[in-house]
């Protein structure tokens, strides 16, 4: 006959062979964070391939959760499993634009990896920054298919699910859904969409116990401004230097905090921002004073000014090698963004005389 102490002993052992990290049974695991030991809940995650995503992908699976991991890039779904295990994460490579591919992928998930709990609607992009006028039409097209369109596409697939779970959708918005600013045109639209689709989701899945949450983070460093400015890490750099911007790990932090929240607490909206970024005023237009844009040598004048590098070498390679000079989006857009539209405006005024 077993003592009770030697059942109990036996318990936990079993109990901690089911760590999340290294692998074992993944139906059923020791959540590491409330010592419960309960049925394993699974998150899908979309744009695990970096930034925010990646960084959700492991705190998630460092809380003993199942991950499913989106992405376009196979190899970074590669690398975070060889990381996380096979029993913690299953990629499940599809671009959220493509419905057949979205479509095929879920229906050959892993077994242990098929009752979704928790869907993180995150993979999205901005593409440049330039005033309406100055901007291709494909790349705000592509903004609206991937915020948007992709979006609404893997909510409604998971809704029937999601309900019979009563689990958690997470969309990810930003500070440019409720705050203008120039050069945020399409890219603030699609995330006044995410927000508010959010909020619409909420009122018709009323009764349902599904929970939905729109995030709004401001600043943060990840490969979002080299995606948005087409590969130019000097702009890149720039934004981030000095400003101790948000971390993807900070937004992981958070989008887990709520998924870990009881099941009778919904956050709405959650909006957050480093501390070194606040709001700026409204500009205002005089009609006494000619409007003309800035080029797009004033506008890295101004940007590099501020940012602190040698402004003096950079002229010397306009002048000498303009080929060679990295633009930081060029154009007052872009010196908005990054909160420098006074010193642009100096530096305009200056040259203009
Ligand atoms: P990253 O560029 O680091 O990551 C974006 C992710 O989205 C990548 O994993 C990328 O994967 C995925 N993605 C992009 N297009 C597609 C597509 N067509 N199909 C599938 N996946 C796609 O940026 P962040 O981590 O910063 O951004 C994550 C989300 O947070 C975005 O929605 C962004 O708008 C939002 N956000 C970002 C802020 C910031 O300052 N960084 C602030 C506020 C909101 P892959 O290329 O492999 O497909
Ligand atoms: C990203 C934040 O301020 O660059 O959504 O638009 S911002």
Redesign the pocket.
């Known amino acids: 006959m077993i003592s009770r102490t030697a059942k109990r002993q036996t318990k936990t052992k079993s109990a901690s062979r089911y760590s999340p990290i290294r692998g074992g049974f993944p139906r059923r695991i020791q959540n590491p964070e409330n010592r419960e030991n309960t049925k394993r809940k699974t998150v899908l995650i979309t744009g695990a391939t970096s930034g925010f995503g990646a960084a959700m992908a492991r705190r998630f699976a460092q809380a003993g959760w199942g991950v499913i991991a989106t992405g376009r890039r196979t190899e970074r779904l590669r690398a975070l499993v060889d990381e996380l295990g096979t029993e913690t994460i299953t990629p499940a490579p599809f671009d959220v634009r493509d419905v057949d591919a979205i479509n095929a992928t879920l229906s050959s998930l892993p077994e242990a990896f098929r009752g979704i709990d928790v869907l993180i609607n995150n993979a999205g992009l ?1 593409l440049g920054t330039a005033p309406a006028p100055e901007t291709r039409l494909d790349d705000w097209l592509r903004m609206i298919e991937t915020n948007v369109t992709g979006l609404v596409t893997l909510t409604h697939r998971l809704l029937p699910t999601l309900i019979e779970r009563k689990g958690l959708i997470v969309n990810l918005s ?3 859904a409720t705050y203008p ?1 120039p050069g ?1 045109n399409v ?2 639209a699609t ?1 006044a969409f995410v927000r508010q689709f959010s909020l619409g989701l909420r009122s018709d899945l009323h009764g349902t116990g599904v929970r939905v949450t729109s995030i709004e ?4 460093k990840t490969e ?1 401004t080299l995606v948005r400015t087409g590969g130019d890490e000097a702009a890149s750099d720039a934004l981030y230097k000095g400003a101790d911007p948000l971390t993807a790990e900070d937004i992981a932090n958070v989008v887990c905090w709520i998924a870990s929240l009881p099941p009778h607490v919904n956050i709405n909206r959650l909006e957050l921002m480093p501390v070194s970024q606040s709001w700026a005023g409204f500009q205002v237009y005089h009609d006494h004073v000619p409007r003309r844009a800035m080029s797009r040598h004033e506008a890295d004048a101004a940007a590099l000014e501020s940012s602190s590098v040698e402004l003096n070498e950079w002229r010397n390679q306009v002048a000498t090698k303009p080929d060679t000079v990295k633009t930081h989006g060029g154009s007052r857009a872009w010196l908005a ?1 990054i909160g420098l539209n006074a010193k642009a405006r100096d530096l305009h005024d200056r040259q203009s005389g």
């Open positions: 901005a930003s500070v440019a600013y945020g890219y603030g995330k983070p401001g600043l943060a979002f963004r």
